[in-house]
T-cell receptor, first 115, second 115 residues
């Protein structure tokens, strides 16, 4: 099993540019989570999907952020336009179900730097 | 809003020393509690979790945690650490104690074990 796959691993972009982060969950997993990790705020949940449907997006910081899951094997997190304060490590995780009794499996993260 | 506090940002120990990492949560009702670990260069992975029952929970690699409701705490312990335990440790809660919902993570504690 390849685990959760994220791309790119590193992204450096200029303020105002659009950024798209990608995630492929573990095959067969029905839930997918997007997290952001910063020094100031730690690890925080942005949004999660169950069966490709967004369940809770209350953690999405503002309208510049959007997430989609067009099918069970792919999700994107888009920031448009990007700002320096968006610099962080973005993690994707998947789980067999949304049930927290099952472990969430994390990807390696995408380190985003906005200059 | 729920919050999780990990009071120690960085802990440095020698091999064979005993470990206790503090975790306090704020939610006054039923909670589910977790410890995740991120080894250098690896993904976040689950160490242990508490849902109900015995408040002393045993996890992988000799770790255990004790849920003390009166103290709103879920401290992680290991009687004798090894160099390979060097990692960042995250405490997390799911407020409300339902099986579904989102995790709120603490800021993380970096553990460095010297051989």
């Amino acid at each position: 099993d390849a685990g959760v796959i994220q791309s790119p691993r590193h992204e450096v972009t200029e303020m105002g540019q659009e950024v798209t982060l990608r995630c492929k969950p573990i095959s067969g997993h029905n839930s997918l989570f997007w997290y952001r990790q910063t020094m100031m705020r730690g690890l925080e949940l942005l949004i999660y999907f169950n069966n490709n449907v967004p369940i809770d997006d209350s953690g999405m910081p503002e309208d510049r952020f959007s997430a989609k899951m067009p099918n069970a094997s792919f999700s994107t997190l888009k920031i448009q336009p990007s700002e320096p304060r968006d610099s962080a490590v973005y993690f994707c995780a998947s789980s067999p179900t949304g049930d927290l009794r099952y472990e969430q499996y994390f990807g390696p993260g995408t380190r985003l730097t906005v200059t | 809003a729920q919050s999780v506090s990990q009071h120690n940002h960085h802990v440095i120990l020698s091999e064979a020393a005993s470990l206790e990492l503090g975790c306090n949560y704020s939610y006054g009702g039923t909670v589910n509690l977790f410890w995740y670990v991120q080894y250098p260069g690896q993904h976040l992975q689950l160490l242990l979790k508490y849902f109900s029952g015995d408040p002393l929970v045993k996890g992988i690699k000799g770790f255990e945690a004790e849920f003390i409701k009166s103290k709103f705490s879920f401290n992680l312990r290991k009687p004798s650490v090894q160099w390979s335990d060097t990692a960042e440790y995250f405490c997390a809660e799911n407020a409300g104690g339902t099986s579904y919902g989102k995790l709120t993570f603490g800021q993380g504690t970096i553990l460095t074990v010297h051989p």
